[in-house]
């Protein structure tokens, strides 16, 4: 079935990228009837998860975010070419953020790309 490639970017990793990402899907969402907050709050933690754990904080990555319509969801890939998916040895996080994301999407995949972690997340569309 074919798709239509509404986003395509790529962003360095650093901070400022996250708020970036949530703006852009948050538009798209908005334009293809997909739960805006839902769309923007997985994001938001796929993109940080990409920023603080795939690249440790160093703002020499680069994290990918592309969007498409795929028969009536709305899919959105968060892809960093990182460590992949260790677990960071210096964060004292809550360790919330990938079942939000599985909440939030439905479903969600994880893919490793070598290096780095795919994050595609679905939602349905109106």
Do not use: K
Not at 73 to 99: C, I, K, T, Y
């Amino acid at each position: 079935m074919a798709s239509e490639l509404l986003l395509s970017m790529e962003l360095p990793a650093q901070a400022s990228s996250i708020a970036e990402a949530r703006r852009a899907v948050d538009r798209i969402a908005a334009q293809c009837g997909a739960d805006r907050t839902d769309v923007a709050l997985a994001v938001t933690e796929a993109v940080t998860n990409a920023y603080c754990h795939g690249y440790r904080g160093e703002a020499d990555g680069e994290i990918r975010v592309n969007a498409e319509l795929r028969a009536g969801q709305l899919v959105v890939a968060v892809v960093d070419r990182g460590v992949g998916m260790s677990p960071h040895p210096d964060w004292n996080g809550f360790g919330m953020g990938l079942p939000l994301i599985g909440r939030l999407s439905s479903p969600v995949h994880f893919e490793d790309v070598d290096p780095g972690v795919c994050i595609r997340m679905y939602f349905d569309t109106h």
